[in-house]
């Protein structure tokens, strides 16, 4: 047996225990979790006002489905005046400039933004952005993020999902949380994870890296 064989048996013993893994009965199917802190989505004029002409975001960290965490950050602020500084745009430059925030900082600035899917920001809250040559004020835009689990097609299909489906995901820990309608988004370029904000985390004793379950 030469050394591609040996390599090749070794990654499928090793495919086969993980997926043993996601689907026992006694757990349900396992979904690693992504603790999502607050961020923003920027259109390419927005960024040219906040950061110059022509000016193009720089990458930082590679993250799924083609986007990226920039190198840059902005302070946001809300209808009292109050700020939150260094918030991390997310590229690539979309159509719609959208601020995704947690309760709490929805407390702190003063804006009652509602809880949608990324995207839906229709009627959603106002709010200003301060950038290092400009500022921009959009009338919508600033939510809170709807949980929700990003799945392969193989993922959704050991799963038993669909994409757009919810579905119900527990928390096994000291807290032993259950989560209800999760939106499950399934896409080729998606890694397995469950997304959660920083309130939801914080409350249920979670942090990046951890497991829940599909029930």
Request: with cysteine.
């Amino acid at each position: 047996m030469d050394h591609t064989e040996v390599e090749f048996i070794t990654r499928l013993v090793y495919d086969v225990i993980n997926q043993e893994k996601k689907i026992d009965n006694s757990e349900g199917f396992l979904v690693p979790v992504g603790v999502s802190a607050r961020h923003i989505h920027l259109t390419q004029k927005d960024v040219e006002t906040l950061f110059g002409d022509g000016y193009q975001l720089t990458k930082k960290k590679e993250l799924m489905g083609g986007q990226f965490a920039s190198n840059e950050t902005v302070t946001i602020v809300g209808l009292k005046l109050r700020a939150i500084e260094n918030v991390r745009i997310l590229g690539p430059v979309r159509s719609a400039t959208q601020v995704e925030i947690s309760a709490t900082d929805a407390l702190k600035l003063g804006v009652k933004a509602p809880i949608r899917e990324s995207g839906d920001i229709k009627g959603s809250a106002p709010m200003a952005v301060v950038g290092p040559v400009g500022v921009i004020y959009i009338e919508e835009g600033c939510i809170i993020a709807k949980r929700h689990i990003h799945m392969s097609p193989q993922d959704a299909k050991a799963a038993g999902v669909m994409n757009g489906q919810t579905v119900s995901v527990k928390a096994k820990n000291t807290r032993a949380t259950v989560f209800d309608e999760v939106t499950v988004r399934v896409d080729p370029s998606y890694t397995l994870e469950m997304h959660i904000d920083t309130d939801e985390a914080n409350a249920a004793s979670i942090k990046t890296g951890d497991s829940v379950a599909i029930q």
